[in-house]
């Protein structure tokens, strides 16, 4: 910063509340994504344990219906067209990410096997389902984590570094004036005891 005189103490004081006011945000936006990842967590906690539960349920009925009706006619029970995944996305603090998924699942083909079959297709469509709806809320917690390191390490060098580098300069300046304003009231007591004492 150049200058050493008042319009430079303002124009620093200025830049310091602007960088305490921006630390004070951060800490904020830092507060505040904190919460939606600890949210993100217990949800995330949910649907993995329904996503687990529900593979491992299809995991077994799918070796059942491979032990009664075969690898071919598991094969010939496969939906001609691929599932789609569509998100909802949601926002917070600036950070998109998805809130949750939807599948669009294929129709289901008619079947010429046992029941354990159509038991494992249903619950292999449901696995998928809740697989889709974890894997956003851990990509969501991901998004939401990496921006809360980044809001760290930004309200770390804004106190740490800026801050204090601007007081400093705030103080350099304000000792000058000091030693001005003294200067100046000694030349002006000086002056007038040279006047009283011409008179």
Known sequence: MSGTGRAARVRLERR?????HGARLLDRKQRILMDQIERLHLHMDQTRAEWEDLAGEAAVWLRRSAALDGSARIAAAAPLADATVFFRWGNAMGITYPEDAQCALPALLAQSG???????????????VAGARHASIQRAELL??????????RQRAVESRWIPKLEDELANIRRQLDAQELEE???LRWAADRKSGDG
């Open 16 to 20: 310091l509340e602007t960088a305490r």
């Open 114 to 128: 046992s029941s354990a079959l159509s038991y494992a297709a249903s619950v292999h469509r449901s696995a998928l």
């Open 144 to 153: 939401l984590a990496t921006e809360l390191l980044a809001t760290r390490t």
């Open 185 to 187: 009231s000694l030349r």
